[in-house]
């Protein structure tokens, strides 16, 4: 998303006032989990909710917000993250962090944080470079039938 | 003319110097995919005509009327101020 200060204010103010804030990503740097333009991304406060290893995270990064995973954090001040369907990491401080990914809506069906599925997914998608890209292109491959079939519907 | 409404799911929020426009799904429910930055002159547009039928060319004279504009100046920023609006459906034909 191209963003500006503002922008993050009203995310922050909405969250903060109990009103739901979602939008549809895009992109594929989150694949498989999540698929751009197709999944819509719930957000919570990360004010009430602390943001820990394995979470979910919009952040500002150059005036655009990314929504990646963060994989390490560094004295609770540097964060590192880095999209599942990515091979570089990011670096941020927790301050740039906007809000966390509460759950996922893909179709009729809501993966939640702290989900089995949410789980499983997070110890079966490799780390690894090698391994991570071979995923990614036998997951391409795989769901592009599946994409052909829906633009036909 | 096409007559035309703003969508009363049009929240638009002043932050610092700024205007946004987000699209509100439900009372406790904002979708920001889409927000739009405004400038003050597409705010005054979109208080003065939420919740009205209107033409572009109504648009137009209200500009007119209100700034030091030129007539081509103000068809340009009305057309991309509708166009915006359209694109996430925040306009009712």
């Given at each position: 998303m191209n963003c500006n200060s503002g922008f993050f204010d009203i995310i922050k103010e909405n969250l903060k006032n109990g009103i739901e804030v979602s939008f549809l990503p895009t992109g594929d740097s989150m694949l498989p989990l999540i698929r751009g333009n197709r999944d819509r991304v719930f957000l919570s406060n990360v004010v009430d909710e602390k943001f820990l290893v394995g979470d979910i995270v919009l952040f500002s990064y150059n005036d655009t917000a990314i929504l990646h995973r963060i994989v390490e954090i560094k004295n609770d001040e540097e964060v590192i993250l880095k999209g599942d369907g990515n091979f570089t990491a990011e670096c941020c401080l927790?301050?740039?962090?906007?809000a966390k990914v509460k759950f996922i809506k893909r179709g009729k069906y809501c993966i939640y944080k702290d989900s089995i599925l949410w789980k499983t997914y997070r110890l079966v998608w490799p780390e690894n470079k090698f391994f991570r890209h071979f995923f990614l292109f036998l997951y391409k491959i795989l769901t592009k039938n599946n994409a052909q079939n829906e633009n036909f519907k | 003319m096409l007559r035309m409404r703003i969508s009363n799911r049009l929240s638009v929020r002043k932050v610092g110097n700024e205007y946004i426009g987000i699209k509100i799904v439900e009372s406790d429910n904002i979708d920001v995919t889409n927000a739009i930055g405004m400038n003050e002159t597409s705010y005054l547009i979109v208080q003065n005509f939420v919740d009205k039928d209107f033409t572009e060319e109504d648009v137009v004279s209200f500009l007119l009327d209100n700034y030091d504009v030129s007539s081509d100046l103000a068809k340009k920023d009305v057309s991309n101020l509708i166009s915006k609006l359209k694109s996430i459906d925040l306009i009712e034909m």
């Amino acid at each position: 998303m191209n963003c500006n200060s503002g922008f993050f204010d009203i995310i922050k103010e909405n969250l903060k006032n109990g009103i739901e804030v979602s939008f549809l990503p895009t992109g594929d740097s989150m694949l498989p989990l999540i698929r751009g333009n197709r999944d819509r991304v719930f957000l919570s406060n990360v004010v009430d909710e602390k943001f820990l290893v394995g979470d979910i995270v919009l952040f500002s990064y150059n005036d655009t917000a990314i929504l990646h995973r963060i994989v390490e954090i560094k004295n609770d001040e540097e964060v590192i993250l880095k999209g599942d369907g990515n091979f570089t990491a990011e670096c941020c401080l927790a301050s740039d962090i906007i809000a966390k990914v509460k759950f996922i809506k893909r179709g009729k069906y809501c993966i939640y944080k702290d989900s089995i599925l949410w789980k499983t997914y997070r110890l079966v998608w490799p780390e690894n470079k090698f391994f991570r890209h071979f995923f990614l292109f036998l997951y391409k491959i795989l769901t592009k039938n599946n994409a052909q079939n829906e633009n036909f519907k | 003319m096409l007559r035309m409404r703003i969508s009363n799911r049009l929240s638009v929020r002043k932050v610092g110097n700024e205007y946004i426009g987000i699209k509100i799904v439900e009372s406790d429910n904002i979708d920001v995919t889409n927000a739009i930055g405004m400038n003050e002159t597409s705010y005054l547009i979109v208080q003065n005509f939420v919740d009205k039928d209107f033409t572009e060319e109504d648009v137009v004279s209200f500009l007119l009327d209100n700034y030091d504009v030129s007539s081509d100046l103000a068809k340009k920023d009305v057309s991309n101020l509708i166009s915006k609006l359209k694109s996430i459906d925040l306009i009712e034909m």
